[in-house]
């Protein structure tokens, strides 16, 4: 296995990504703080260059390429942010992309993905496996894989998030995340443990598809079928070693949320917070909704991952 990232690779991240990543803004709502009877921060990474945290780990990661890498370019597979996060990345540092993309990936991030100039190359994600694919390509074009969430540099990347919010904030009690593959959760894990030891980190994930939450509570990666959700940046189908073992000693608990528990949660952010929040950006928030009473009265940091939704979809899933 490789080896894991440390917080002190989450703070050489930062220095790296600094003046090229967004400094997102800590949004509050007293709405919410009176509905749920807690201090609630949420950091905005829906307003992170490309719409997603996914910005903070890709450029982490391409950034520190050799020279060679860098010639003969990155492939990385992706439902969408992932994607156009190493796209993006690429453009700025002048490296060849080549995405591998669900077919059914939402439009919008296609269109972004090949937007920032990368070759996307398409597949099904119920019968094809975007990781076999992106080994074929890199084995004959000798392009160096950044996987979205199982690389220390991706887990370092994205835990800058959760860095600049308790740096911003103060030391906080919880703090939710998305759960997909982990990459996120990982490196909020590794900067709410070195910056408020005390924090409960609390990982959430689709209801349809909870093979993180199975996977701690068995005690190994439990591999599941493509979950159908509209959550699609956590659509995936296990959890990674790296990202695995981060959980297991880092995690108060893993939690799920269903897709009507995301639509009210998205209804919420656009309504009272006048924000775009894509499905899987929710989760957090609808987790906290649901363990409102554990919450009384403490300091909780909600990470939203992004608000790439495509806009037909975003307002047939508020109008029901």
């Not at 894991?4 to 703070?11: I, K, N, Q, R, S």
């Not at 020279?67 to 003969?72: G, H, I, V």
């Not at 995936?236 to 880092?250: A, R, V």
Request: glycine share 10%; aromatic share 6%.
């Amino acid at each position: 296995m490789t080896s894991l990232p440390t917080y002190a690779d989450v703070e050489a991240a930062a220095a790296r990504i600094a003046g090229v990543a967004h400094k997102t803004p800590v949004l509050t709502s007293t709405t919410a703080d009176q509905a749920l009877g807690c201090k609630l921060f949420f950091k905005a990474e829906n307003f992170q260059r490309m719409g997603a945290f996914k910005f903070r780990g890709g450029y982490n990661s391409v950034a520190k390429f050799t020279p060679e890498q860098k010639k003969t370019g990155v492939v990385a597979y992706s439902s969408g942010n992932h994607a156009q996060a190493v796209a993006l990345a690429a453009k700025i540092l002048g490296v060849p992309a080549v995405i591998v993309m669900p077919h059914d990936a939402p439009a919008a991030k296609v269109a972004a993905t090949k937007g920032y100039g990368a070759e996307v190359v398409s597949y099904d994600r119920y019968s094809e496996d975007r990781e076999a694919i992106g080994a074929k390509l890199s084995a004959e074009r000798g392009l160096t894989i950044i996987p979205p969430y199982n690389h220390p540099d991706v887990i370092a990347g994205q835990g800058t998030a959760a860095k600049e919010l308790i740096e911003e904030v103060g030391p906080l009690d919880y703090v939710f995340a998305p759960v997909g593959g982990g990459g996120l959760i990982s490196g909020t894990a590794l900067s709410a443990k070195a910056l408020c030891p005390d924090c409960k980190v609390i990982g959430v994930e689709p209801a349809a598809g909870n093979d993180a939450q199975r996977s701690l509570a068995e005690g190994r990666i439990v591999h599941i079928d493509t979950p159908k959700t509209i959550a699609d940046g956590a659509q995936t189908q296990h959890i990674g070693d790296l990202t695995y073992t981060i959980m297991k000693y880092n995690l108060a608990e893993i939690r799920t949320a269903t897709d009507a528990e995301l639509i009210e949660a998205m209804g919420f952010f656009a309504t009272r917070m006048k924000i775009v929040v894509e499905p899987t950006g929710c989760l957090g928030f609808a987790a906290a909704k649901q363990i409102a009473p554990a919450l009384a009265g403490k300091r909780v940091g909600i990470i939203l991952s992004g608000g790439n939704v495509d806009m037909t979809r975003f307002c047939e899933l508020l109008a029901g």
